[in-house]
T-cell receptor, first 110, second 115 residues
Framework: KNEVEQSPQNLTAQEGEFITINCSYS?????LHWLQQHPGGGIVSLFM???GKKKHGRLIATINIQEKHSSLHITASHPRDSAVYIC????????????FGKGTHLIIQP | EAGVAQSPRYKIIEKRQSVAFWCNPI?????LYWYQQILGQGPKLLIQ????????DSQLPKDRFSAERLKGVDSTLKIQPAKLEDSAVYLC?????????????FGNGTRLTVT
């Protein structure tokens, strides 16, 4: 059974802090998606990665295939970054619905 | 490019009533997904279409839920009859080549309340 575990579940930080959200996944998952969901809003895809590192603005995502671990970093955090961040693993095969983590609820205080 | 469109945005119905949701994916996206997200939980895949064919509907409660994508473009998801536990946000998503090779694009969702 494919599994995706995120930590921490909840994170509160001050504006400007460097944020790290972690995701561990089981054997069989070959690509990882990082998603952002604002309260009452839809879900936005931030990154999809299967190796290495990707950067978009203040967001950086890394993945270590050997350790089956991925991290999402936010530099110079801002209150508008407050949201739920979800990692989801793709395991291939004929059906490619994702296995979702439970999400990390991030609050950035001014 | 236009995003994934969903309607309605909100729906309140009584248990045992019927409801239908509509989704129009991003133009050219072959793969379409319907997810159910109960408050405080991650999304759960209900059904995945590749063009107008069903790839995976293993978690769709087929006694009450149905979905179609007749022309391989827009899709409808129906619940008949609704139960209290169906209260959730129903999310439609699309991708160009599937989630192993391309990002998912989500609609804003339909928030369903069953009373």
């Amino acid at each position: 059974k494919n599994e995706v575990e995120q930590s921490p579940q909840n994170l509160t930080a001050q504006e400007g802090e460097f944020i790290t959200i972690n995701c561990s996944y089981s054997v069989g998952i070959s690509a990882l998606h990082w998603l952002q969901q604002h309260p009452g809003g839809g879900i936005v895809s931030l990154f999809m990665l299967s190796s290495g590192k990707k950067k978009h603005g203040r967001l950086i995502a890394t993945i270590n295939i050997q350790e089956k671990h991925s991290s999402l970093h936010i530099t110079a955090s801002h209150p508008r970054d407050s949201a739920v961040y979800i990692c989801a693993g793709y395991s291939g095969g004929g059906a490619d619905g994702l296995t979702f983590g439970k999400g990390t609820h991030l609050i950035i205080q001014p | 490019e236009a995003g994934v469109a969903q309607s309605p945005r909100y729906k309140i119905i009584e248990k045992r009533q019927s409801v239908a949701f509509w989704c129009n994916p991003i133009s050219g996206h072959a793969t379409l997904y319907w997810y159910q997200q109960i408050l405080g939980q991650g999304p759960k895949l209900l059904i995945q279409f590749q063009n107008n064919g069903v790839v995976d509907d293993s978690q769709l409660p087929k006694d009450r839920f149905s979905a179609e994508r007749l022309k391989g473009v827009d899709s409808t998801l129906k619940i008949q009859p609704a139960k209290l536990e169906d209260s959730a946000v129903y999310l439609c998503a699309s991708s160009s080549v599937g989630t192993g090779g391309s990002p998912l694009h989500f609609g804003n969702g339909t928030r369903l309340t069953v009373t």
